[in-house]
């Protein structure tokens, strides 16, 4: 859910925090597919985090860290102020949160075969390549789940992305 007058992304600030915490997690979406090779631009990074109790915790501590808050449709732009925790994160397959470094989309997973048949963390993991953005290194998903994922998805934004990311595919 990408925003105009959204802060500045620093993704280097948003996986300092994560590391910091420990969080488990795969970056997907356009700052993953930028990895790749894509020079589309994003204002937001999305991931797909470990969906088990402690590490859910441990990214609503790196979320409280960043001053998170919750972006809902026609909320203030600023977000909407909640506590918190891990529980919360839990109850939320998708959720889109202001923080001081930029917009950040949590996902339960990402379309694999249908809009309801999820690649999840486990999965998406075991594809994945390892990113060394400054002092943290980050799993990226695979090309191959990030155009799998936007053929599916099928929304205007995936439909405009996938040219691009199917010539980086078929050219690795």
């Known amino acids: 859910m990408s925003d105009p007058d959204a802060p500045p992304l620093d993704p280097q600030a948003l996986f300092a925090a994560f590391e910091r915490h420990h969080v488990a997690f795969v970056a997907v979406g356009g700052v993953a597919a930028q990895w790749h090779g894509a020079r589309r631009p994003t204002k937001d990074l999305d991931l797909c985090p470990a969906w088990d109790a402690e590490n859910l915790e441990r990214l609503a501590g790196a979320l409280r860290d960043l001053g998170a808050r919750l972006r809902v449709p026609d909320g203030p732009r600023e977000g909407v102020e909640v506590p918190i925790d891990g529980a919360l994160l839990a109850r939320m397959e998708i959720g889109t ?50 155009v799998r994922s936007k053929e599916v998805a099928d929304r205007p934004p995936d439909r405009e992305a996938l040219p691009e990311l199917q010539r980086l595919r078929d050219r690795s």
């Open 97 to 146: 949160w202001r923080t001081s470094a930029g917009d950040v989309d949590l996902l339960l997973g990402i379309p694999y075969d249908s809009r309801w048949n999820l690649a999840r963390f486990e999965q998406l993991r075991e594809r994945a390549v390892l990113v060394d953005i400054g002092d943290a290194s980050v799993l990226a998903a695979s090309l191959q789940d990030i």
